[in-house]
């Protein structure tokens, strides 16, 4: 039978609870794997010096193909996010997270299906930044006022934002490619070129060239606040959205919380050499340790990872597993039970018992 060699990352926080239930469900299926578990964050830096060791890397280079937990990022002072890195140094462009209504979710919206597709490697989260009072930002103020004759204040901190012509043609292109494979209709691209006419008005004007190569696709563009608007009026509207960095962070998690929360947004990396799957949501560092919080976003994003190495049977068995848990509506975690009946919610790791059962029917 097939091993698959895959890199595990358990993260932090509430991390290594969801992992050990993820990696239960997806062992559940009959899948047979040869995990490779790696460490990052805060807990390995005073060993390594790095919050991100070259081993991680190389494991995810090796196995092409990894899962992993949240990892806490110091807000303000402290390492820069380990997952910004990840996804920057193994070049895992397009980020890709559905969000599916599941029938017994006490949400307001239903028959949601959008999937976001964000650029992961440029704009805002480049990480090219001046700290304020630096030599190199009194430099870069100097240049600014020498060159565009803008006149920036002294006490400022600058964060760059860039995007390339290239960095858009291949993440609008992925939309389009992910667009006609899943059977879908329309692509929009959302952005605030009225505003920044060189950075988002060169990923529109791409955006519209590409869209030429897909005339089966229909294609349609949004300002990134109306879309906000649109997205809480009528969501249904929107099939794929294809956007820069920052706006799909915040669009991922506001579509996330139309279909019931980040507990069932999964999530994918992926690049032309490697894949990462890790749920849209964060540490949770206040549930830490209290098998409290949902495993299912890491899950769903399991579901994705078997499709992607071509397990597509189990892939469907699985989803089918969660969704039929979340449907009898009695083994989930608190933020799926409606308001009053919080107190009957159970933990992560019974979630994880509830959908191996179903796994078996
Ligand atoms: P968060 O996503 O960790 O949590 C926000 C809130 O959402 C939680 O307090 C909880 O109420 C709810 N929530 C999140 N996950 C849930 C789950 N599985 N089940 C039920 N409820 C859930 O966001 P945050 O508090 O802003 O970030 C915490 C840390 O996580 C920060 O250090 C941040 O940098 C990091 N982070 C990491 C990743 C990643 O690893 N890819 C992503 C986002 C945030």
Known sequence: M????ITLMPGDGIGPEITEATKRVLEATGVSFNWEVVYAGAEVQEKYGTPLPDYVLDSIRKNKVAIKGPVTTPIGSGFRSVNVALRKKLELYACVRPCKSYPGVPTIYK????????????????????????PQTAELIKLIERTNGSIVRQDSGISIKSISEMGSQRIVRFAFEYARADNRKKVTAVHK???MKFSDGLFLETAREIA??????????????????QLVKNPNQFDIIVTPNLYGDIISDLCAGLVGGLGLAPGANIGNDCALFEPTHGSAPKYKGMNKVNP???????V???RHIGEMENAERLERA????????????????????????VG????????????KE
């Open 193 to 195: 070129a009225n505003i």
């Open 304 to 306: 994705i990872m078997l």
């Open 111 to 134: 028959d949601i299906d959008i999937v976001v597709v964000r650029e992961n490697t440029e704009g805002l989260y480049s990480g090219i930044e001046f700290e304020k009072g630096s």
């Open 212 to 229: 030429k190569e897909y005339s089966d696709i229909e294609f349609e563009d949004r300002i990134v606040d109306n879309m906000t608007m």
């Open 296 to 302: 299912m976003a890491m899950m769903l994003s399991g």
């Open 322 to 345: 969660i969704a039929a848990v979340i449907a009898e509506g009695k083994n989930v975690t608190y933020d799926l039970k409606p308001e009053g009946e919080r107190d009957q919610a």
């Open 2 to 5: 097939k091993r698959y060699n």
């Open 348 to 359: 992560t790791s019974q979630v994880a018992d509830a959908i191996i059962e179903k796994l």
